[in-house]
């Protein structure tokens, strides 16, 4: 079992930054990522990472994110991070970290062995 702790997340205005971490206690084959859940919706996919050694990290964002959230990892410190900026109200959610991932279909939240407890972020208007 591999546990993830996220941190990071807090309240912003609109047009803020948050930088969220996840440090994971051991690898997990490479593939971690960050899931967002507001009240009364689905999970959804935010970003993933997929560490392919000498070729560098394949990324994947939802198009909601693209150009405001970068995903980053640190492999010698099993951590993931979301940097977030021009942060929405709509990006209003708890954040979640997953790790481990059983198939390339990343969106899926069933693709992910492994999830932190989440961290909440808040951006007001």
């Known amino acids: 079992q591999v546990q993830l702790v996220e941190s990071g997340g807090g309240s912003v205005q609109t047009g803020g930054s948050l930088r969220l971490t996840c440090t994971a206690s051991r690898y997990s084959n490479g593939c971690m990522s960050w899931f967002r859940q507001a009240p009364g919706k689905e999970r959804e996919v935010v970003a993933a990472l997929y560490n392919q050694g000498a070729r560098g990290p394949a990324t994947y964002y939802a198009d909601s994110v693209k150009g405001r959230f970068t995903v980053s990892q640190d492999n010698a410190k099993n951590t993931l991070y979301l940097q977030m900026v021009t942060l929405k109200p709509e990006d209003t959610a708890m954040y979640y970290c997953?790790?481990?991932?059983?198939?390339?279909?990343?969106?899926?939240?069933?693709?992910?062995?492994?999830w932190g407890q989440g961290t909440q972020v808040t951006v007001s208007s």
């Open positions: 997953a790790a481990g991932c059983g198939g390339m279909a990343w969106s899926r939240p069933d693709t992910w062995f492994h």
